[in-house]
């Protein structure tokens, strides 16, 4: 009887552990841009993808900002995807994180809210701001990251999405 106790112990667990695991590929996200157009993966253009679920109040979320502006040209074509929530799409806070941060001159970010539908929090239960996830061409996460990394970590494991294994 201890066994069978022992044995249906170690299937439980080892269930738990199973579903906790990170998600691997890429959330199936709808965002309203500040252009008011909707974005989801279909419109990605680049290869490698980092998606960044952030808060425009947040103040990690903003130094991560910053650092990813002025590390711009290290990040190559990597398309980068701000998501944010908003209550019934309202886009003012994200036009003014755009605006304050002079985002539009960079083609290859995208910023947008999913509205209240929380997917994408959900998708990654997301507990704290901002938390990155960076994906391969192939849409599959490299890594993600429930707290703000550290931006030479952030690069090293974005040019290495796509790296071939020798």
């Known amino acids: 009887m201890k066994k069978l106790i022992l044995l249906f112990s170690l299937i439980i667990v080892a269930g738990c552990i199973q579903a906790q695991t990170t998600p691997v590929g890429m959330p199936p996200y709808r965002i309203l841009t500040t252009d008011s157009v909707y974005v989801t993966p279909a419109n990605l253009k680049h290869h490698k ?3 960044v679920y952030f808060a425009p109040d947040c103040p990690h979320c903003q130094h991560l900002t910053v ?6 040209k290290q990040l190559g074509d990597t398309q980068i995807i701000m998501i944010t929530w908003s209550a019934n799409y309202d886009i003012r806070a994200i036009k ?4 304050d941060y002079d985002l539009k001159k960079y083609p290859n970010i995208i910023v947008g809210t999913e509205g209240y539908t ?7 239960n997301v507990q704290t701001t901002p938390y990155v996830a960076v994906y391969n061409s192939d849409k599959k996460l490299i890594k993600g990251y429930s707290k703000s990394p550290d931006i030479d970590s952030l690069i090293a494991v974005v040019k ?7």
């Open 160 to 166: 290495s999405a796509d790296k071939k294994k020798t």
């Open 49 to 51: 993808t980092m998606l």
């Open 67 to 72: 650092e990813l502006k002025e590390k711009m």
């Open 118 to 124: 929380s997917l994408v929090m959900k998708y990654f």
């Open 96 to 99: 003014n994180f755009v605006r």
